[in-house]
């Protein structure tokens, strides 16, 4: 039995895709190990959303070739499109293997053991022909409904190298849904690039949720990363629905008018705002979790204090940081006033104090309630997973299993900056 390791980077769009290809190696016949273990196969699906994506990437590329000089290394994601020709030199890479023939790998692999040699720009194209994922790396299950963007922010290579936005169609994605709920998925994620501007034959985003939480089934739904201009009032009406979960991860970026202007966002803080608003009027803690971009160019004090009075004033569940990374090709490259790194660090500190007091502050609000946890992890009597605000829940109990869902009344909260829940069965 052959060996196969994969290393995920960046967002959850490659988290699903490797689920998928990882699921695919084992239902023919490979066994899946950890990536710092002697493996036939090594997949690394990389990111290069900053430059810190595309060094880390770069890292494990170097791990793979250490650790077995005789195993095939097939590089695979974002970075793949984004500096093929520097991949394509390195000679401990046998394949570099573009986004949108991503659904080959295992079929370029299976020909190079047979003695076939494929360029990777021979294999077909297709975003969307993955098959279930019920033996990836996660218990969620997630779900791509749609893939590249059209918006160009002013500070994303995303359409350069994931394309311009494609939807898969609806029924694929409903017998993509039944599939893995009769394999025993519990939760569903929907992913993409920008999910929100989904469009096939007539149907929106807010129809494909609809049809999905109408499908019978012991599940619930999730609706991964999405941009505060991607739906409207019909899809806020759904989130009351029993089988979705309370919780939206919403990009803001900045909180700053002016600077969302300059990154070309298609909606405004004040909008943003009446959003989470609208969505709390309805479930007071309902989980908002977000992404802030530090040091854009021209962001100035006054810019860097707006967007810490936002994060103050929507207490977030969740704020991932980033400083800015200039990306060539991109309209910001060009910009002025570039801040200065170690501005962009002083402020990177200043938010993350601020977003983990936040996150504590919300996550202690739970005390006293109750959730229904997904298991995720066993250890021993010691379950872990999450609740359905996507917050981390521990509790003990006697035959526990995976994958199934517990009432949970939550009693006590670990210290630190990222804390779980503790909590006991009702």
């Known amino acids: ?251 803001l970026q900045s909180g700053s008018e002016p600077v969302l202007l300059q990154m070309r966002r298609m909606y405004t803080a004040k909008r943003f705002k009446e959003i989470v608003q609208t969505v709390r009027a309805k479930k007071p803690d309902f989980n908002i979790t977000t992404d802030i971009i530090i040091g854009f160019p021209n962001e100035s004090e006054e810019d860097f204090t707006a967007t810490c009075d936002a994060i103050k004033e929507l207490n977030f569940g969740h704020v991932h940081t980033f400083k800015y990374s200039i990306r060539k090709g991109t309209r910001a490259e060009r910009m002025p006033n570039q801040v200065d790194e170690r501005i962009k660090t002083e402020r990177s500190e200043i938010l993350r104090n601020l977003s983990d007091e936040i996150k504590v502050n919300y996550r202690k609000s739970f005390i006293g309630k109750t959730q229904s946890v997904l298991v995720e992890k066993i250890d021993g009597n010691i379950a872990n997973g999450y609740g359905e605000h996507y917050i981390p829940v521990q509790f003990t109990g006697e035959n526990i299993e995976k994958n199934q869902f517990y009432k949970v009344k939550i009693t006590d909260i670990e210290d630190g900056s990222d804390p779980v829940l503790k909590g006991e069965i009702l």
């Open 1 to 251: 039995m052959k060996k196969v390791a994969f290393k995920t980077l960046g967002c959850r769009l490659n988290q699903y895709e490797t689920d998928a290809l990882a699921s695919q190696f084992q239902d023919k016949g490979y066994e899946l190990v950890q990536f710092d273990e002697s493996a036939d196969v090594y997949v690394i699906n990389s990111c290069t959303v900053t430059h810190q994506s595309d060094h880390k990437s770069r890292n494990f590329i170097n791990q793979a070739n250490r650790r077995n000089k005789d195993s095939v290394l097939v590089v695979t994601g974002c970075m793949a499109n984004n500096a093929k020709e520097e991949l394509e030199n390195r000679k401990e890479i046998n394949y570099v293997v573009e986004n949108d023939q991503k659904t080959s790998v295992f079929s370029l692999v299976e020909a190079h053991f047979d003695g076939e040699i494929i360029h990777p720009s021979k294999l077909n194209a297709d975003l969307f022909s993955y098959g279930a994922t019920d033996k990836g790396f996660h218990t969620r299950s997630m779900i791509k409904i749609q893939d590249g963007c059209d918006n160009f922010c002013t500070f994303c290579i995303i359409p350069s190298v994931r394309g311009r936005a494609a939807s898969r169609p609806i029924q694929d994605i409903l017998t993509n849904i039944r599939e893995v709920i009769s394999h025993g998925a519990k939760e569903i994620v929907i992913t993409g690039v920008n999910i929100g501007r989904y469009e096939f034959e007539g149907y929106q985003f807010d129809d494909v949720v609809e049809q999905i939480l109408n499908l019978e089934g012991n599940f619930r739904l999730r609706i991964s990363s999405i941009e505060p201009d991607g739906f409207g009032d019909k899809f806020l009406g759904l989130l009351n629905h029993p089988k979705m979960t309370p919780h939206l991860h919403l990009c």
